[in-house]
Nanobody
Framework: QVQLVESGGGLVPPGGSLRLSCAASGRIFRLANMGWYRQAPGNQRDLVAVITPGGSTNYADSVKGRFTISRDNAKNTVYLQMNSLKPEDTAVYSC?????????WGQGTQVTVSS
């Protein structure tokens, strides 16, 4: 059974930065696509960024140039560095291992961007 535990969320003013972490249990981490998703109240859950086992990345247009996804396979951890945060980035951020259809999800961490 895979468990994902996110951390690093919080309250930050516009223009600020946060770094989210997602620690994964299990033995398939290094073989799995890892993704960060976010869901704001009343909205659907949207992809923020994804990283393949080989390190290729893809980002939502709304975060390109501001967010960076990375992974440390030795630590079974995926990161999301978020810079130049905007109020519209406010959401619950969740990490995913293995895809949205049959993969695993963390419990989510709240990110609030407000002055």
């Amino acid at each position: 059974q895979v468990q994902l535990v996110e951390s690093g969320g919080g309250l930050v003013p516009p223009g600020g930065s946060l770094r989210l972490s997602c620690a994964a249990s299990g033995r398939i981490f290094r073989l799995a696509n890892m993704g960060w998703y976010r869901q704001a109240p009343g909205n659907q859950r949207d992809l923020v960024a994804v990283i393949t086992p080989g390190g290729s990345t893809n980002y939502a247009d709304s975060v390109k140039g501001r967010f960076t996804i990375s992974r440390d396979n030795a630590k079974n951890t995926v990161y999301l560095q978020m810079n130049s945060l905007k109020p519209e980035d406010t959401a619950v951020y969740s990490c995913n291992e293995g895809g949205v259809v049959a993969g695993y999800w963390g419990q989510g961490t709240q990110v609030t961007v407000s002055s």
